[in-house]
């Protein structure tokens, strides 16, 4: 160490420029210790890999012994063992590889009951825009999904005692079909309901965090008509000169009075903004802007007495052209209006419900009424936003002048049957 202490203060007295002759010279006279000294800089300075995991060996009458695997998760290793079922180390390494996410994530989940959790939270936000199982969704439809996955869905889960993805298979999913038949709700209220699980299942997978989407081999319950409830609606000369008179709440009136005169669908009335009438030759129009189908997309006739209400509510309750004029997270503002519809007609509740018409029963009606004042079958195709036949789309384009023409023809026709039947007083 003497020696090797001369030669240090011999290379510090050294220029930069003689590094090279320095290095000659220590390697020269003491290999034995570069290379101990190369071994000890390789140990300390490399980082070491980790497994991950490590292999305990446990006796088996069967095989002598099998090795089961151990993981870490968080810098800790996980109490439990896994049997890799082999007593080969390659292979027990090589499983312990490939599974440890979805092992981990199992324990996890019953440890913490982290899936409940998962579940709870995935409808409760709108997901990041790369999910694309959740962008398609409108924000009602994102509520309501919620609402079956909570209420529903998971009280379901804890009755079977599920506690991880892994036991999430087609058999549960059935049951839950059956659990909600059993519980008299109608096939396609079901299959709505697992639709929205479906969905949720389709994006963990995607993710990741299932491994097995149960989701596609569910089918759905067959529909009979006798299964669909019949919406009811009012006897079309029920609602002649109703909205000449005067009521109670402004906005009720205007929704009622935009459903029956228009056939909207309630989602487009709730979007709908005074700048998206637009005047077409004397002749006013809804422009639908967005719909749940490309068919929605459409123009819809709006009577001049409708028009003026529309606008002088606007004024009223200082609405700006493009703000969203009932704007509202509740369907509270339809039941409201239906109220006091039935008030103005002197119809009770009950019987309101025992023919089940709701405010959305006004779409019902309008297209009722317009079919049996001899309008043209096509004006489901025209103004309702129903599935469209290229050669109506062609007919009724109005940005052109035939198209306008043949659009505000029938526009006409709808407000002469309105005026009749509706704004008439007698």
């Not at 909600?180 to 639709?195: E, G, S, Y």
Request: net charge positive.
């Amino acid at each position: 160490m003497t020696r090797l202490a001369e030669i240090v203060a011999q290379v510090k007295k050294q220029q930069p420029e003689d590094i090279n002759s320095m290095k000659v010279l220590i390697a020269g006279k003491y290999p034995n210790i570069l290379i101990a000294l190369h071994l000890i800089d390789i140990e300390y300075t490399r980082p070491k890999r980790r497994k991950g995991f490590s292999l305990v060996k446990i006796e088996s009458k069967k095989h002598g012994f099998l090795w089961y695997v151990r993981f870490s998760h968080n810098g800790k290793m996980l109490p439990t063992k896994w049997n890799t079922h082999t007593n080969d180390s390659e292979e027990a390494a090589k499983f312990a590889k490939e599974n440890k996410a979805r092992l981990v994530e199992g324990y996890l989940q019953k440890k913490d009951q982290r899936m409940y959790s998962m579940l709870e939270s995935f409808y409760e936000k709108k997901q990041e825009s790369d999910d694309i199982y959740s962008i398609r969704i409108s924000e009602r439809a994102r509520r309501d999904y919620q609402s079956i996955i909570t209420k529903k869905f998971i009280p379901f889960l804890k009755t079977e005692k599920i506690t991880c993805f892994e036991q999430l298979t087609a058999v549960i999913l059935n049951k839950f079909q059956d659990h909600l038949l059993a519980d008299n709700i109608k096939p396609q209220t079901v299959n709505n309901n697992v639709n929205a699980v479906r969905k949720m299942l389709a994006s963990l997978t995607r993710k990741g965090i299932i491994q097995d989407n149960p989701g596609p081999k569910i089918k759905d319950i067959p529909v009979k008509y006798d299964d669909k409830e019949a919406r009811g609606c009012y006897e079309l000369n029920k609602l002649s000169g109703v909205f000449n008179k005067k009521w109670k709440d402004d906005t009720s009136m205007l929704l009622c009075l935009l459903i029956y005169t228009t056939g909207m669908r309630n989602i487009e009335i709730q979007r709908m903004k005074f700048e998206d009438i637009e005047n077409i030759e004397g002749c006013y129009f809804i422009h639908i802007k967005k719909s749940k189908t490309s068919s929605g997309i459409r123009m819809v006739p709006l009577h001049d007495f409708v028009y003026r209400k529309l606008k002088t509510w606007t004024v009223k309750n200082k609405k700006q052209p493009k703000s969203i004029l009932f704007a509202s997270r509740s369907a509270n503002i339809y039941t409201k209006a239906a109220a006091c519809l039935r008030e103005q007609l002197g119809v009770s509740k009950k019987e309101a419900e025992a023919e089940n018409i709701t405010f959305y029963s006004g779409r019902h009606f309008w297209k009722t009424l317009m079919s049996a004042e001899g309008l043209g079958e096509d004006i489901e195709e025209i103004f309702m936003g129903h599935k469209v036949s290229h050669n109506v789309t062609k007919l009724y384009n109005h940005r052109d002048k035939q198209g306008k023409e043949m659009m505000i023809k029938k526009a006409q026709q709808v407000f002469s049957i309105l005026d009749r039947c509706i704004f008439s007083k007698t």
